[in-house]
């Protein structure tokens, strides 16, 4: 009787199906990282752009539609950083979880405040914003804001499990006062750069640095050679510490202006994954601080 009890129960457990994940779609690194401090075990999480590639060039992908077709919560940087393909991969997944104005759909930018808004925008100001500047993600103001909204997107979706989001939330929230503590020591306020694109503007905004200057003429545009020669005449009066890029930026313009200037330049890890050891979020902070310093 005893064996038999035994092994009803060991079929019982073995045919019981496990907890479902939540399924996660990301569109950046970052997003994907901070997602998965809060989720751990409970979220099964796809990224659906490389560390590698630029999110202003990508395209939607049939992989990328299935993925989005089976997600429970799309989320994504907004700010039309996105604009090229996610509406695309919205309405082609045919899901209903994930479309605008329904819970799936996360805008990470809703929590944050955006700099850099513009009432107005025509072709000729270049690759332009209007809802403000894309590039929120290396500021830990703007991240604790966006785990935030995160975790009650979470605990909405999951309900049972609403009390090990927000356990986690409360651990990151730790972490990152602790980091925030270590970070606020890196001697960078009054220092000045170049910096190739409009990237660096949140950084700099909580750490006292300041952009004096931009390679390209115009966000999204390639500098012309008149720009350039202005920038030369003008690099060594601004005393800038150096020119400030990414790996998909401009590297080869910044090299050839640091060569004619002196000056140094500088490639700033962009996001999670961009360069060995950068693992999570916290490591893609640290790694662009020490770059800057």
């Excluded at 300041?210 to 020669?229: F, L, M, N, T, W």
């Excluded at 003008?234 to 401009?250: D, V």
Aim: glycine fraction near 8%; proline fraction near 5%; charge should be positive.
């Amino acid at each position: 009787m005893k064996k038999l009890l035994i092994s009803f129960l060991l079929v019982l457990v073995l045919t019981t199906p496990a907890a479902a994940k939540i399924n996660i779609v990301a569109t950046l690194p970052w997003i994907g990282s901070i997602a998965n401090d809060l989720g751990k075990d409970k979220v099964k999480i796809k990224v659906l752009v490389k560390p590698s590639q630029d999110p202003h060039q990508i395209e939607a992908k049939p992989g990328m539609i299935l993925a989005a077709r089976n997600a429970d919560l799309l989320m994504y940087n907004g700010l039309d950083l996105e604009i090229g393909f996610l509406p695309i991969l919205i309405e082609s997944s045919r899901n209903n979880r994930i479309q605008p104005g329904k819970s799936g759909n996360l805008d990470c930018s809703q929590f944050i405040n955006a700099i850099e808004k513009l009432e107005a925008v025509d072709r000729s100001m270049g690759d332009v914003h209007p809802l403000g500047n894309p590039h929120y993600h290396l500021s830990a103001r703007n991240m604790m804001l966006v785990a935030r909204g995160m975790t009650q997107a979470l605990a909405g979706t999951d309900p049972e499990n609403a009390s090990f989001y927000r356990a986690n939330l409360a651990s990151l929230e730790g972490r990152m006062q602790k980091k925030q503590s270590q970070w606020s020591k890196i001697p960078l306020r009054g220092r000045k750069y170049i910096a190739y694109h409009k990237f660096f503007e949140y950084p700099a905004r909580d750490y006292g640095f300041q952009i004096v200057d931009y390679v390209e003429e115009k966000p999204g545009i390639p500098p012309s050679a008149r720009h350039i020669s202005k920038l030369i005449a003008s690099a060594k009066r601004s005393g800038a510490s150096g020119i400030l890029t990414t790996a998909y930026h401009g590297k080869k313009e910044v090299h050839a202006l640091a060569q004619k200037t002196g000056l140094r330049s500088i490639i700033v890890p962009h996001d999670v994954g961009s360069a060995a050891g950068i693992n999570d979020w916290f490591a893609l902070m640290d790694a662009v601080l020490k770059s800057l310093e």
